[in-house]
């Protein structure tokens, strides 16, 4: 009995442990553990490299919405959902409610005040500008040209001479260089020709956004006092942006100057020319010319590099593509045959995998907001103000409560009507290209390049994943592949 009495406070302090981590734990082995002190955060860092696919199986645990809690102190602490419901109030219904805020723009600081990072007044007056821009059917027939002239004279001889010699070719690579040239031409009036038959010239501006984007990421995964820690001391990955930012300014701010000084500026259909034209001073051309950059690189690029991944991975589908441009433009036989973005119009089929693959990897993974003012989501989660919301649009593609349960399977017939139309989805349950007074500007500019490579490929060539290869994402604020993704290419006819 003594010994039970000296034992006691030991007794009681294992039974306080264990009923705080049944707290902690909870009831649902599949969610993340909150730790005294730390929060969740460990979870995280122990599933960082798999961070998107494991942002699905919290969100499926818990009816698509979860809270998240970070370590004490950290600010870290946020809203995960899913749910179209909670989507489509947040970016729509309450829209003045739920800006960007004010940590979006000190994570994305290297944007500047470009349309991204802005809210209220000077996001509406950016996209105004832009808008009046994207509308203009001489800047829409630039950008239609741009693309099929990169098509025809970059990326098929490229894939010709890789199916001569039977050789594989990084298809994520190759169209981050397509789009590359193609963004700098119509932003910045330019073509740096990063895509090459001769060989593969490193272009240091692509680089640095490349590494831009991965430490954009770890900045919305680690504690704000940590990476600005970092950054004050301009170690770790913060030291890897400085440099990256240090390259971007030269390379914009070079160009940007070049332009200023080249006679005909005006005479010339790029953004960059028009917003010169308008007399905006450089530090908004750096902030704008950065933004659109980033949209259309490396959205349009990586949506094409997963689309062909699948299309693969599913070789019906391909299949049923080249029937439907077969059926539009015949049997062409010799020279590979390329084809404009009007001509394009009305191929359901084409349009439906598109869809379904930005469906299944939106380029931009996931979306962050801040709420103003408190209230209780459709979902029936309390928010306070100042709450951050993370929108997980690459989870949305995988809910079975949203997509159904074949949600997981690359279907383009989902995007077709019983009449052989496309299907139209909500923006709010479709998110790839944002919704509300949001809704991406760049929309009809990425389908036209994307439609104008998918087509040209498919009708050309076979394309044929290497056995062996892993194709996954990469830790980025784009879903770009961490691999990259080898592919054989085989023509079909010539």
Same mark, same amino acid.
């Given at each position: ?91 729509? %219904? ?173 005479? %010339?259909?790029?953004?960059?020319? %028009? ?90 993974? &996931? ?16 928010? !306070? ?44 349950? &479709? ?40 194709? !996954? ?22």
């Amino acid at each position: 009995m003594l010994g039970l009495l000296k034992a006691y406070p030991e007794i009681l302090l294992s039974l306080a442990c264990a009923l705080l981590l049944r707290r902690c734990l909870g009831t649902r082995r599949d969610l993340p553990i909150c730790w005294p002190v730390l929060g969740m955060l460990p979870n995280v860092l122990r599933n960082l490299r798999r961070v998107h696919d494991w942002s699905v199986e919290i969100l499926r645990a818990s009816a698509l919405t979860f809270s998240f809690k970070g370590p004490i102190f950290s600010d870290m602490d946020f809203v995960a959902t899913c749910d179209p419901a909670n989507v489509n109030h947040i970016f729509t %219904s309450s829209f003045a409610n739920y800006p960007k805020g004010p940590e979006f723009g000190e994570i994305f600081d290297v944007l500047g005040n470009g349309i991204f990072n802005a809210d209220d007044d000077s996001w509406a007056s950016q996209r105004r500008s832009a808008h009046e821009l994207f509308a203009h059917a001489g800047f829409r027939a630039f950008v239609a040209e741009i693309s099929k002239r990169k098509v025809e004279r970059a990326l098929l001889p490229l894939l010709a001479r890789a199916a001569e010699r039977a050789e594989a070719v990084d298809l994520h690579d190759a169209f981050l260089r397509l789009t590359f040239d193609t963004t700098c031409a119509f932003v910045l009036g330019v073509d740096p020709g990063c895509l090459s038959i001769d060989g593969r010239p490193v272009v240091p501006f692509a680089k640095a956004i490349d590494d831009v984007e991965e430490v954009m990421l770890m900045r919305h995964v680690l504690p704000k006092w940590f990476w600005k820690l970092m950054r004050w001391l301009n170690v770790a990955h913060e030291n890897k942006l400085a440099r990256a930012r240090e390259t971007v300014d030269e390379f914009i701010l070079r160009t940007v100057a070049e332009r200023r000084r080249a006679d005909g500026v005006n005479a %010339s259909p790029d953004m960059l020319s %028009s917003y010169i034209e308008k007399g905006c001073d450089d530090g908004f051309l750096r902030d704008s010319v950065l933004n659109f950059m980033i949209a259309g690189r490396d959205t349009t690029g990586a949506g094409l590099a997963w689309f062909f991944w699948l299309v693969a991975k599913n070789p019906e589908v391909g299949a049923k593509i080249f029937e439907e441009l077969e059926a539009r433009f015949g049997v062409s036989e010799g020279a590979m045959k390329v084809f404009d973005a009007e001509s394009l119009r009305g191929l359901v089929y084409l349009h439906a995998s598109l869809c379904e693959a930005l469906r299944l990897y939106p380029p931009v993974p &996931f979306e962050h907001k801040w709420a103003v003012k408190g209230e209780v989501l459709p979902s029936g989660v309390r928010v !306070e103000a100042g709450t951050k919301i993370l929108f997980s649009t690459y989870a949305m593609g995988r809910m079975e409560e949203v997509w159904g349960k074949d949600c997981e399977e690359f279907r383009p017939e989902r995007w077709i009507t019983g009449r052989g139309t496309v299907k139209y989805e909500p923006a709010y349950k &479709f998110l790839a290209f944002n919704a509300g007074p949001r809704t991406c500007l760049g929309k009809d500019m990425a389908f036209t390049q994307m439609k104008t490579v998918a087509a040209a490929m498919i009708y050309n060539f076979e394309v044929e994943a290497v056995a062996g290869h892993v194709v !996954e994402p990469k830790m980025s604020i784009i879903l770009h592949m961490k691999n990259g993704f080898l592919a054989k290419v085989r023509r079909r006819r010539g």
